[in-house]
């Protein structure tokens, strides 16, 4: 077995863990009254996020490993997915923000290596 497919299998699977874990965990914490729902909504609302990380990393990660320019604008593609979905909990929303902050970042890169 290729190396490379043990350690994207290793990090989606870890990825994937944490965005399941940590809303559970912070919700604990946070002892929130307002929030009506339990952790079976708390679970079932971060599914979202996860899977979008998750398809996010599986599908950059080989792409990267060949152009390596283009860790920058993911990184911020899942820091502005991340964020966005903390404060807006709109995975819409969250998605769209990722890729348009990706491609500008993208952009703008590509336009200081020319010059």
Do not use: E
Request: aromatic fraction near 8%.
């Amino acid at each position: 077995m290729n190396n490379q497919v043990l350690l994207l299998g290793v990090l989606v699977g870890v990825a994937n863990f944490l965005f399941r874990y940590l809303p559970l965990r912070l919700h604990a914490r946070k002892n929130a009254p307002a929030m009506k729902r339990g952790t079976i909504g708390l679970l079932l609302d971060s599914i979202g996020i996860a899977s979008i990380c998750a398809l996010l990393v599986v599908s950059s990660l080989p792409d990267i490993l060949v152009h390596h320019d283009r860790l920058v604008p993911t990184l911020v593609g899942f820091g502005l997915l991340s964020i966005t979905f903390y404060f807006t909990r709109s995975i819409v929303f969250s998605t769209l923000l990722s890729a348009l902050g990706y491609g500008v970042t993208w952009k703008l890169l590509m336009m200081a290596a020319a010059t």
